[in-house]
């Protein structure tokens, strides 16, 4: 065995690198203020009951649902997303949209006694621009980037809708560190599949053993990696036991631990 430094560490984004779920939890809870106000409901209840309605009108009424989950589109996303692109799916989420986000809302507000309807489309409406007050990055995340970019060529590759994800990566601030940059959205498949991962590799033109996955989910971000021969880290902040069978070449807890002058040389080694 022989120690060699490898060309290019790929980021995941959502709760990688940008705060996905807690910045989409606070939108929420920013949302439901209006409701407490109107009607005094609690902005937490309100919170868990519409990410239940917008899930099952999501998963059983979306008119593009093998898209949406071929590129991996979330269903509390889908309450944000401008869905802009000429994809003729993308198309039929846009016509869709307005009123899922309306009715999402307006069968949460009934769920604690309230039939407003004009209500519910002023809350769908709130919410998005709640959401893109939020673009978030973790504390470790710019340190972390501004000293591997030294060392290290940088791509990001996540799941999702193009320009939702890519609208975050502008609103964070650091789209401006990666190389390439490769969605879901834009291929129409989404991680594990291969072809994400293959793709990114050759527009980078670097072979799977000189590549590094680095992402929150053990199953599209380390297997997806894996399988294709890359190695993978596994960046675990929230300190997610490990599933069973899934192995990461490395876990982290936070990015600061990835210092270029240690990360070649203690995790990666090829024959």
């Known amino acids: 065995m022989s120690q060699t430094q490898m060309k290019a560490l790929i980021f995941d984004l959502d709760d990688t ?52 989950v071929a590129i991996g589109i979330s269903s509390w996303e889908a309450l944000w997303s401008r869905f802009a692109g000429d994809n003729e799916h993308l198309a039929v989420l846009r016509a869709w949209a307005a009123d899922y986000r309306c009715d999402a809302w307006h069968h949460a507000l009934q769920a604690h006694g309230v039939d407003d309807i ?29 000293r591997l970019k030294q060392t290290h060529r940088l791509a990001l590759l996540t799941n999702g809708a193009s ?19 490769l969605v879901a959205g834009d291929i129409g498949v989404a991680k594990p599949h291969p072809r994400m991962f293959e793709t990114l590799l050759a527009r980078l033109d670097v072979a799977p053993h000189e590549t590094v996955m680095l992402g929150d989910s053990q199953s599209k971000d380390i297997q997806g990696a894996q399988a294709v021969g890359m190695k993978a880290i596994w960046v675990n902040r929230e300190h997610t036991p490990r599933r069973e069978g899934i192995t990461p070449d490395l876990e982290v807890v936070s990015l600061v631990d990835l210092r270029d002058d240690t990360l070649p040389r203690t995790v990666f080694r090829v024959s």
């Open 17 to 68: 690198l940008v705060v996905e779920k807690a910045s989409a939890a606070a939108a929420f809870l920013a949302t439901g203020e209006l409701a407490a106000r109107r009607y005094g409901l609690d902005p937490h209840a309100l919170h868990a009951t519409v990410r239940e309605t917008c899930r099952e009108l999501w998963h059983h009424h979306c008119p593009a649902r093998p898209y949406a």
């Open 118 to 146: 004009d209500l519910a489309c002023e809350l769908a409406e709130t919410y998005p621009a709640h959401r893109r007050q939020r673009h978030v990055v973790y504390d470790d995340v710019r340190l972390a980037l501004e």
């Open 163 to 181: 320009d939702l994800q890519r609208e975050k990566l502008a609103g964070a601030g650091i789209d401006g560190y990666f190389e390439e940059i």
